[in-house]
């Protein structure tokens, strides 16, 4: 298992470990493998509300957080987004495309709102939210 310290180096994540406040990613693989297998993200949660590293302004409640897909609790797609839409990967574009169809109306307004919160000078995403 890794630890990924921010700005995003990997490092060994020691047995009996408390991660610091500040990593959001944990990575690991099978010994006997090449490729990673496994991604952990962590999210911050004070009081009940998780809130987004990127500005505190944008924060729920906990227990939204999470929805269901086929029986598996997920990070809802228009969260996920939210982060991914920081770097704007090719990975990330792609996942934007294949997620627009998904999205509820409620879901798309509120990417809205956060990605105007974040990106003042606009961001190419908003106009495809429309």
């Known amino acids: 298992m890794y630890a990924a310290d921010p700005p995003g180096t990997l490092r060994p994540w020691l ?3 408390y991660l610091p406040y500040g990593i959001h ?3 690991g693989y099978q010994t006997d493998t090449r490729a990673w297998q496994l991604q ?7 009081d009940g ?3 987004s590293r990127r500005s505190q302004l944008i924060r729920g409640q906990r227990n ?12 809802r797609i228009d969260v996920q987004l939210m982060y991914k839409a920081h770097h704007l990967l090719s990975k990330d574009e792609s996942d934007f495309q294949a997620s627009l169809p998904l999205l509820r109306p409620q ?3 509120w990417l809205k709102a956060q990605l105007r919160l974040l990106y003042p ?3 190419p995403w908003l106009t495809r939210l429309e």
């Open 40 to 46: 952990i993200m962590l999210a911050e949660v004070e």
């Open 15 to 17: 047995t009996n470990e």
């Open 107 to 109: 879901a798309k307004r």
């Open 25 to 27: 990613d944990i990575w």
């Open 49 to 51: 509300e998780w809130f």
């Open 64 to 75: 939204d957080l999470l929805v269901m897909y086929h029986e598996i609790p997920c990070v």
């Open 121 to 123: 000078e606009g961001h």
